[in-house]
C-alpha cells in the first residue's frame, strides 16, 4: 500500500503504546485514517544473527532487530506485564494515578483478546502446572511475540503500518511529518 498525502492521525513508533494508541483509535474512531511510521522491520521480519547462531557478538546491525521494529523491544520479551504504577515509568507524575491504572487496564484487555486459550491451561495441567490470574501477567517468550505477531494482524485491517521509516521532522505548524526510507543490512 502506499503512503497517502494526508492522514487524520500519524503514530510515530509501532511498540505497544503506538499499537495500543492504533487499536484505540480503530476501536473509537473507525472512521479515521491511520498511519504508523516504524524506523525497524515488521515483527515477522525481525531477525538477530546472534539469536540465529550467524554470529558471537552484536555487529550492530541497522536497524536492530531486537531493539526496534513493530511492537518494539518488548516483542522478544518474556511477556510479563505489570498492572501497577508502582514502577515502570512517569506518567503518574503528569497525569491522576487512577486515570493512568484505568489505561493500564484497558491495554491489558486488548492484549488479553489474544491470550492463549483453554488448550494451553489444558497442557499445563497435564504437567501439574497451573496458571494463575495475578496482576502480574506472564505470558512467556513465544506467546508474547505470538500476542503481538496478532494484534498487529488485526490493527493493519484498518490502520496502514510502514516500516523501516525514519520520522526525521514533525512540523507542529503545518502537521507535516517528513520521514526517509530506511535501508537494512
Known amino acids: 500500500m502506499e503512503v497517502k498525502e494526508k ?5 510515530i513508533g509501532g511498540g505497544i503504546g503506538g499499537l495500543m494508541c492504533a487499536w484505540r483509535l480503530m476501536e473509537n ?39 526496534e521494529g513493530m511492537a518494539g523491544a518488548g516483542a522478544f520479551s518474556d511477556g ?3 498492572i501497577t504504577t508502582e514502577y515502570g515509568g512517569w506518567l503518574p507524575s503528569v497525569m491522576d494515578e487512577k486515570e493512568v491504572l484505568d489505561y493500564i487496564h484497558q ?43 496478532k494484534m498487529i494482524e488485526k490493527i493493519s485491517d484498518k ?15 503545518t502537521h507535516k511529518i517528513i520521514f526517509t526510507r530506511n535501508k537494512t543490512e
Open 80 to 82: 510479563k506485564y505489570n
Open 7 to 11: 492522514y487524520d492521525v500519524v503514530i
Open 107 to 149: 491495554a491489558d484487555r486488548i492484549l488479553m483478546e489474544y491470550m492463549p486459550d483453554d488448550e494451553l491451561k489444558t497442557l499445563c495441567l497435564r504437567y501439574d502446572l497451573h496458571m494463575q490470574q495475578a496482576e502480574v501477567k506472564h505470558l512467556g517468550t513465544d506467546a508474547n511475540y505470538g500476542t503481538m505477531l
Open 29 to 67: 474512531r473507525p472512521d479515521l485514517s491511520v498511519l504508523i511510521l516504524e524506523r525497524g522491520k515488521a515483527l515477522e521480519d525481525r531477525r538477530c544473527p546472534i539469536l540465529e547462531g550467524k554470529v558471537k557478538k552484536c555487529i550492530k546491525c541497522k536497524p536492530c532487530a531486537i531493539m
Open 159 to 173: 490502520v496502514q503500518i510502514e516500516t523501516l521509516a525514519n520520522v526525521t521532522d514533525v512540523d507542529k505548524e
